[in-house]
């Protein structure tokens, strides 16, 4: 360890000097607060050398510097001499020697760092300005006296506690001797004279001249430095509370600021130099309560006395290595607590202040000697001792709570990133930084004035805070190393390539899996100590971590691609892998680890894909809206060819309904029956709406005609009968302006359909539902026996997935082609039909030319409506025609006129009537449908053979029986049928109608006397 000449010291110095010290502390340390704060104007060098004249100031007296057994140590092999002898042993704490083991060193546990009783060695008679030189003055007392060896013998000696002290404190020797002068100058005549009363930087000003150094800016400096530590002192920072007004204070600073320009003058009788002397006595001798007192306060006041203090601690650190203490540690700190009286020090500060400095320069030095941590865990035991001292100074708790946080805080802040702070080569130190931090955090808590207190107010519990800190440990690292490999990955937000993003998050996966395996190799071991499942918090911490970016990447996911099943299955496999993570490691908790593992919010990747196909199933539904809307802005419902005789739009959107279908079982994972309902249902509400869009023809009450009045016929003169032959009805054809006669519409053996366009467009619209029927079933077909889907238990296979829709294309089919039929016999087919038909006389209007146009619509029926949809379509017809024949009948108007004797001429065209429909196509209306449908008719057809006075007592009955007053009495008048529109012989309506319509008198008087009918014009 020991160097063997100044000049071997002066080298080791040299290459580093104060400034590159306080560099190199100042990088090491820039993140850890100093508990002391700063002192404005005083650097580190002015400390350092302020400490070491307090140092040697208060050890005067003791050998090694100045007093009277200086050099009487020698080594054993060594030659005698001296006052004391040579035979001293090295354990005896003379100042030159000291026992080879260190009672500090052993109680810290820091390594000793010799194994021989040698120590550090000095040339003796090397210089004859060193500190090993003994300058006798005469008249001065024998305990500061100086022994000069003679020039010419030259011996190795150890080096003594002062000149160890002065090489830590980097003091040189010309500065040494100038502190010796000062003192021996001082105390001349006054050898008992306490340290305490000495104002040393005041003593140096008054005895050393500008003569004494280099040169004049040396010395300037030099006295600045002495008045800012006389200011520090005495102004800025006294042990006792100083008034602003104080007119010492104010010339005394008065004097400092004069001095920053050039140096005051120090002689005899100079009048700054009085004026200096009298405010520093003045200010250094006051009481708190203004009484006399024997002790001066100049260096004791807070935070000056601490930072000359630690720098002095700061001394046993090994120049060479000062991650080390050097063994002489126990005989320098006995020499430190000469101090004590100077600076205002007891124990309990000593030992917070050692603390400090161990733990500073265990940051200071690169973190790596972990005995420097073990030492200072130790200290903080006796730390703890002191807190809990009833008569703490409000300073020393001040001192503590300081110390004590910024261990805690730069701690804290290396295990809230322990994965980039540790690896498994220094995970030990870690386990040494975990206790002390406990221990600061717990006297911080409990004997630190207001911590505890708060703490209890906000309801922690103090006896889970250890595993509560270790818990927040181990989240904030987890996420710190986790926002690392985001950050290494360049897994960002400026990632725009779907190929990029994949690659990034499937990276992750693995990466943040094997960040899980290094948590449990390396540091879980050392957590588990104050944590019973710290595997399992780094196992649900990465899990939230990779789910929130998962989440986050979902977000911007509509639809689940190719791209997006890889992520979401090696997600799986994380959550599967970091699971079993919080299982092992909660085998021993009492919940069985019931309670971390509700903080795992899971992934729910089936729930995912799920929710990501019924996305997609809403947003290929939304193409199918789409294409809807299309249809009801510009359908004209004009077949594209005669082998597509149906709407392009349904096409269109059963084209889109297949594609959906074919790519929504393309999607490489499992597909469960819940999902294949959802998509079934969607597409079968879209062509529900679709079908609604088709039924949407109006209806077949707009095609029907108003029904007229009901009226009495009246007996025609013989005139009138004469004229009606003579002038036979004529008829307007609808759409022309020609007045074309019955006979020559009979006469015409070559007519055409009356079908007009918009009738056609109906049967397109009747084309299209079965268009959408027969598509249906191709779509059911593959929903069904696709081997993709995954049975549910719960809803069980479907026969068939659109039963609604084929009911309600049922339903609009019966619709669009009842409003076809209505349309073409009651609008189309008009003129030869209701307009026509027995108009004025049965004879000379019968129905043979209705019956010719309608089997020409029917033929123009059978070439545009599909072969499946055309028995409906033209049953439909019937049933129109059937309709329209009954009100000829019935509501023909003034133009119709019935005899007894015209039954059997309208009995004979209703037959031709249901013949037409019954020989219609091959067999496309069974002859007993027909008949079924006609029975209505033919009821009313039968009415029409009746007498009247048959007609006139069943309506009296029926009229009776459906108004309930039985019987007609007498003076009573028969009620006035309503109108149902539900026309059968049974209806009173109905056989009062064919009363309205019998050219009979009978009739007439039973009307015009019941009813008080208005007779015809």
Same mark, same amino acid.
């Given at each position: ?419 980039? /702070?540790?690896?498994? @080569?220094? &995970? ?5 930084? =975990?206790?002390? !931090?406990?221990?600061? +955090? $717990?006297? #911080? ?46 897994? /960002?937000?400026?990632? @725009?390539? &779907? ?5 990034? =998050?499937?990276? !992750?996966?693995?990466? +943040? $899996?094997? #960040? ?502």
């Amino acid at each position: 360890m020991g160097h063997n000449t100044d000049r071997e010291f002066l080298a080791v110095t040299s290459h580093l000097s104060p400034s590159e010290h306080d560099a190199a502390t100042s990088d090491a340390a820039a993140d850890l607060a100093l508990p002391f704060g700063k002192l404005d104007g005083i650097d580190h060098d002015d400390l350092r050398q302020t400490a070491y004249e307090i140092f040697f100031t208060a050890c005067r007296s003791s050998p090694g510097f100045g007093g009277r057994n200086a050099l009487t140590y020698y080594p054993s092999d060594g030659g005698g001499g001296g006052d004391g002898g040579g035979s001293a042993s090295p354990g005896k704490a003379n100042g030159v020697g000291m026992a080879p083991t260190s009672r500090i060193k052993r109680a810290l546990g820091l390594k000793i760092l010799k194994c021989s009783p040698s120590r550090r060695s000095s040339s003796c008679g090397s210089n004859p300005l060193s500190s090993n030189a003994h300058i006798s003055n005469p008249g001065s007392s024998p305990g500061i006296s100086f022994t000069l060896p003679s020039p010419h013998v030259r011996s190795r000696r150890p080096m003594t506690s002062a000149e160890i002290m002065r090489q830590q404190m980097r003091v040189t020797e010309q500065s040494d001797n100038r502190l010796r002068k000062t003192l021996m100058r001082t105390l001349v005549g006054q050898m008992g004279r306490r340290v305490e009363t000495i104002i040393l930087p005041l003593e140096l000003l008054r005895h050393l001249k500008p003569s004494e150094f280099n040169s004049s800016i040396e010395y300037h400096l030099w006295q600045k430095r002495q008045l800012k530590i006389l200011e520090a002192g005495l102004i800025l920072h006294p042990s006792i509370p100083l008034d602003k007004s104080n007119s010492f204070a104010m010339r005394l600073r008065d004097i400092i600021r004069a001095a920053e320009t050039k140096p005051i003058d120090t002689g005899k009788n100079s009048e700054s130099m009085r004026t200096l002397c009298n405010c520093v006595v003045s200010l250094s001798w006051r009481s708190p309560d203004g009484s006399p007192t024997d002790v001066c306060h100049w260096a004791d006041g807070f935070p000056l006395n601490v930072h000359l203090y630690t720098m002095l601690l700061h001394s046993i650190f090994d120049l060479r290595d000062e991650t080390l203490v050097l063994d002489e540690v126990d005989e320098l700190v006995e020499l430190m607590k000469k101090t004590w009286s100077t600076l205002g020090i007891n124990r309990s500060i000593h030992n917070l202040c050692l603390t400090w400095v161990l733990f500073e320069q265990y940051v200071v030095t690169g973190k790596v000697e972990e005995n420097l941590i073990v030492a200072t865990l130790a200290m903080l035991a006796e730390v703890a001792n002191d807190a809990k001292r009833a008569d703490r100074e409000p300073i020393y708790v001040k001192m503590l709570s300081s110390v004590l946080t910024a261990i805690k805080r730069w701690t804290e802040k290396r295990l809230l990133d322990y994965h980039g /702070n540790f690896n498994g @080569v220094t &995970v030990g130190l870690m386990e040494n930084l =975990l206790p002390l !931090l406990f221990a600061a +955090t $717990k006297i #911080l808590e409990e004997d630190v004035t207001g911590i505890a207190v708060e703490g209890q107010e906000k309801g922690e519990v103090a006896a889970d805070s250890t595993g509560n800190r270790v818990d927040q440990y181990i989240r904030s690292s987890l996420r710190n190393a986790f926002a690392k490999v985001l950050e290494n990955g360049n897994v /960002n937000s400026m990632i @725009v390539e &779907v190929q990029e993003v994949t690659e990034a =998050l499937l990276k !992750l996966a693995e990466e +943040t $899996k094997e #960040l899980a395996m290094k948590e449990k190799e390396i540091f879980s071991p050392v957590l588990k100590k104050w944590h019973p499942i710290a595997a399992g918090v780094a196992a649900v911490t990465l899990h939230n971590c990779y789910g929130t970016l998962l989440k986050q990447y979902l977000v911007g996911v509509s639809s689940l691609s190719r791209e997006t099943v890889p992520i979401l299955q090696k997600a799986a496999q994380l959550e599967k892998i970091l699971v079993q993570m919080v299982v092992e490691d909660s085998v021993e908790c009492e919940d069985g680890g019931k309670t971390i593992v509700r903080e795992m919010v899971p992934y729910e990747v089936d729930s995912i894909i799920c929710k990501l196909l019924k996305e997609w199933i809403q947003e290929r539904l939304k193409t199918g809206k789409e294409c809807l809307q299309r249809a009801k802005e510009t359908e004209t419902w004009n077949p594209k060819s005669k082998t597509e005789p149906y709407a392009q739009s349904a096409v269109e959107l059963m084209k889109d309904a297949k594609e959906a279908v074919d790519e929504f079982f393309e999607i490489q994972i499992g597909i469960s029956e819940d999902l294949v309902h959802d998509l079934a249902d969607g597409l079968e509400h879209l062509i529900k709406d679709y079908t609604t869009f088709v039924a949407s023809c109006g209806s077949k009450q707009s095609y029907i005609p108003t029904l007229p009045p009901l009226t009495r016929c009246s007996r025609d003169s013989k005139f009138i009968k004469l004229w009606k032959k003579a002038t036979p009805c004529s008829v307007v054809m609808d759409g022309t302006n020609q007045t074309v006669s019955n006979e020559d519409q009979q006469h015409h053996h070559h007519p055409r359909p009356s079908t007009s366009r918009g009738t056609q467009r109906l049967y397109i619209r009747l084309n299209t539902l079965h268009f959408l029927l027969s598509q249906l079933h191709t779509l059911d077909k593959t929903l069904s026996l696709s081997p993709r889907v995954i049975p549910s238990q719960q809803l069980g296979s479907s026969s068939s997935y659109f039963d609604h829709v084929r009911s309600a294309i049922q339903v609009a089919s019966q619709h669009v082609s009842e409003v076809a039929a209505y349309r073409l016999i009651f609008l189309d087919s008009s003129s030869v039909f209701y307009d026509s038909l027995f108009v004025c006389d049965v004879d000379t209007a019968r129905i043979r030319p209705a019956l010719r146009i309608l089997k020409q619509n029917l033929t123009l029926l059978g070439a545009i409506v599909t072969d499946r949809v055309q028995p409906l379509a033209i049953k439909e017809v019937m049933k129109a025609s059937f309709e329209a024949f009954l009100m000829v009948l019935l509501a023909g108007g003034n133009t119709r006129i019935f005899c007894r004797s015209d039954h059997d001429m309208i009995e004979e065209d209703f037959e031709s009537l249901k013949r037409v429909f019954a020989t219609c196509g091959e067999g496309l209306i069974a002859e007993d449908v027909v008949e079924r449908e006609a029975e209505t008719v033919g009821g009313v057809v039968a009415l029409m053979g009746q007498s009247t006075e048959q007609l006139v007592e069943d309506f009296s009955i029926v009229a009776c029986e459906a108004s309930g007053i039985g019987l007609v009495g007498a003076g009573q008048k028969l009620p006035m049928p309503p109108t149902t529109g539900r026309w059968n012989r049974a209806d009173p309506n109905t056989i009062l109608r064919v009363l309205c319509h019998r050219n009979d008198g009978t009739a007439n008087q039973f009307l015009k006397k019941t009813f008080q009918l208005a007779k015809r014009r």
